[in-house]
């Protein structure tokens, strides 16, 4: 081999290890990085078997907090209606109240609040400003479906008036005997002094507060979006004052010391997380692998390159001798 083929060679070697101790020095900062990976999978692997529901206990059981309960919908007039009591809340103070403070209303109220305060009651976010206080009979007359005048009755301390004439039959030959007349004005007072208690402490908070409809997305397609939200902080209960008012920014600790809700460990996620956690170890562990192969085979091309290198070296070194001796 000519003395300048081999310089070229040593060149070409020089530069192979130079490029083969840069990968080993990637390799390594990618396992820095996997190290780092693996111990965030494990914590989120743990955080996410510790998960808390924010429950509410009715009809023997625990249930997940969901907007209908705290909030309302139609469904919750119908309840009423039916005096199924069990599944309304316990406390009607407790509402739903985004970060910021604002009122979290459903889309089942829009149409209320549009019809109520008028189309440019919201911008363009469907969030709304505080408003009077004198709207609010109208407001509840409009959610639950039921007459304004007998609404203002009953929030003023009145009766509801209904009267209902049915016929009377003999007991034994079914033989029409006439008509009597029932005074039923107890019993749909009472019934609308239930939707005046659930729906006045929301519209209350929203006429002092504010209010905002721009969850309504995503609380329609994720059923685990309230309860998400509220242990995370975009969402808080909030206790409603007789005039509206709320304290900002009151801790979950706050509802669960009191009874009010109840956190509970959600174990039917258990073995659903447990498979995710397993699928992305593999995954890291696969990545590891193939770079550890890789890493292999660069330390041993890079010690294969060395010697290369030195027998190189010591060839030139020999080629040069004849030249030093003849100076």
């Known amino acids: 081999m000519g003395f300048s083929i081999e310089n ?36 989120k692997y743990s955080s996410m078997l510790r998960a808390k529901n924010v429950a509410y206990y009715a009809n023997g059981k625990y249930n997940q907090m969901d907007y209908g309960y705290l909030m309302g919908y139609s469904c919750n007039t119908l309840h009423i209606m039916n005096n199924n009591s069990n599944l309304l809340k316990s406390d009607n103070s407790m509402i739903l109240t985004d970060a910021a403070g604002l009122v979290v209303l459903g889309s089942s109220y829009v149409s209320t609040m549009t019809k109520v305060l008028g189309a440019s009651c919201m911008d363009g976010k469907g969030r709304g400003g505080t408003f ?27 009766k509801a008036d209904y009267e209902y004439t049915s016929d009377v ?26 939707l005046i208690d659930f729906y006045k402490p929301i519209f209350q908070a929203a006429a002092a507060n504010g209010w905002t409809t721009e969850y309504n997305n995503e609380m329609e397609h994720n059923s685990n979006y309230v309860n998400d939200a509220i242990v995370s902080g975009t969402f808080q209960l909030a206790q409603v004052d007789e005039i509206g008012e709320y304290e900002p ?35 890291i562990n696969e990545k590891e692998n193939w770079i550890d192969l890789e890493q292999q085979d660069l330390s041993t091309e890079l010690e294969a390159t060395k010697t290369e290198i030195e027998s190189l070296k010591s060839m030139l070194e020999d080629d040069m001798k004849p030249f030093e001796w003849s100076t």
């Open 8 to 43: 070229i060679r040593l060149l070409a070697l020089t530069a192979r290890k130079a490029d083969i101790e840069y990968n080993i020095s990637i390799n390594s900062m990618e396992k820095m990085a996997i190290a780092r990976e693996q111990s965030d999978l494990t914590k």
């Open 132 to 158: 009077s206080s004198e709207k609010i009979p109208e407001l509840i007359a409009s959610i639950t479906i039921s007459p304004l005048e007998d609404i203002k009755k009953v929030m003023n301390g009145e």
């Open 169 to 194: 039959y003999q007991t034994t030959t079914n033989e029409e005997k006439g008509t009597t007349t029932t005074d039923g004005s107890d019993a749909l007072t009472e019934m609308y002094q239930k």
């Open 249 to 283: 920014d009151t801790p979950l600790s706050y509802f669960l010391m009191s009874g009010l809700v109840c956190d509970k460990t959600d174990s039917s996620i258990r073995e659903e997380v447990t498979a995710w956690y397993n699928e992305e170890k593999a995954r």
